[in-house]
Nanobody, 121 residues
Framework: QVQLVESGGGLVQAGGSLRLSCAAS????????MGWYRQAPGKQRELVAV???????NYADSVKGRFTVSRDNAKNTVYLQMNSLKPEDTAVYYC???????????????WGQGTPVTVSS
């Protein structure tokens, strides 16, 4: 069974930094993409950043220049370095991955449990 486990959320003042981590574990054949979504109270879940295995990277316009997504393939781990945080970055951040499980014909989508990030003004 494949799982995504996140860590690194918390409370930070505006202008500060946080680093999120997400490790995939289980019987994995390959990982096509890993990234982060977020959901603020009363809003829809939105893409923050995603890194593919080819290795394209996409960012939401609202985080470009402030956030950096990276991946350690040996550890099946994706990171999100968040700098110059703003109160509007406050949300629950969810790790997301497109993984081909062991002995599976195709990929499946997986989500982490979410880690809260609160940015105070």
């Amino acid at each position: 069974q494949v799982q995504l486990v996140e860590s690194g959320g918390g409370l930070v003042q505006a202008g500060g930094s946080l680093r999120l981590s997400c490790a995939a574990s289980g019987r994995i054949s390959s990982i096509n993409a890993m990234g982060w979504y977020r959901q603020a109270p009363g809003k829809q879940r939105e893409l923050v950043a995603v890194i593919f295995d080819d290795p394209r990277i996409n960012y939401a316009d609202s985080v470009k220049g402030r956030f950096t997504v990276s991946r350690d393939n040996a550890k099946n781990t994706v990171y999100l370095q968040m700098n110059s945080l703003k109160p509007e970055d406050t949300a629950v951040y969810y790790c997301h991955a497109r993984i081909v499980p062991w002995q599976s014909p195709g990929y499946r989508l997986y989500w982490g449990q979410g880690t809260p990030v609160t940015v105070s003004s």
